[in-house]
């Protein structure tokens, strides 16, 4: 297996655009994690579904960010609209349930100029 | 909020000495697990340790946890350049779904 797919790696657009994060979780995994990951706050869960459903989106800073599972195959995060503040390395992690562990993908990391 | 703090912030050691990073945590849990990152990459899961055991071994690493004390400690023996890295705790919370919150991480620097 490929592991925890992110695209982009690298994005950076201008204040105000819309930005679309996308995670390809491990085939069979059915919890699937967003996180973002600053100096100033460390990794902080944004949302996390379980087989597909969102369980907890508490993390969600604002009303400008959602995000969506369609299918256990592909997840988004999507940023509409951006601001700088949003810059950051954003992670997303799959799990094949309550244990081993999680598989982290390499992250995007969005600047917002 | 941050569910773990890990103390040290940062440690730096001499290659082959041991490494002792610690985690404290505010509410019970079910299982603890340790990861670690390289910079610019992403997590790697290294250990778990569930509420009912006191001691895991894996290799070079060595995971305690005292649940009366809220406190896991992850020890790296005989340390190498290239386990140089942050490392985070986790903690996991089985009856609100596998929720998977992370602590701040210490800063490993491992001297030739």
């Known amino acids: 297996d490929a592991g925890v797919i992110q695209s982009p790696r690298h994005e950076v657009t201008e204040m105000g655009q819309e930005v679309t994060l996308r995670c390809k979780p491990i085939s069979g995994h059915n919890s699937l994690f967003w996180y973002r990951q600053t100096m100033m706050r460390g990794l902080e869960l944004l949302i996390y579904?379980?087989?597909?459903?969102?369980?907890?989106d508490s993390g969600m800073p604002e009303d400008r960010f959602s995000a969506k599972m369609p299918n256990a195959s592909f997840s988004t995060l999507k940023i509409q609209p951006s601001e700088p503040r949003d810059s950051a390395v954003y992670f997303c992690a799959s799990s094949p349930g309550l244990e081993p562990g999680a598989f982290f993908g390499q992250g995007t990391r969005l600047t917002v100029v | 909020s941050q569910q773990g703090e890990e103390d040290p912030q940062a440690l730096s050691i001499q290659e082959g000495e041991n490494a002792t990073m610690n985690c404290s945590y505010k509410?019970?849990?079910?299982?603890l697990q340790w990861y670690r990152q390289n910079s610019g990459r992403g997590l790697v899961h290294l250990i778990l340790?569930?509420?009912?055991?006191r001691e895991k071994h894996s290799g070079r690493l060595r995971v305690t946890l005292d649940t009366s004390k809220k406190s896991s400690s992850l020890l790296i023996t005989a340390s190498r350049a290239a386990d140089t890295a942050s490392y985070f705790c986790a903690t996991v919370f089985y009856n609100q779904g596998g929720k998977l919150i992370f602590g701040q991480g210490t800063e490993l620097s491992v001297k030739p």
């Open positions: 579904f379980n087989n597909n459903v969102p369980i907890d």
């Open positions: 509410t019970s849990i079910n299982n």
């Open positions: 340790i569930r509420s009912n055991e």
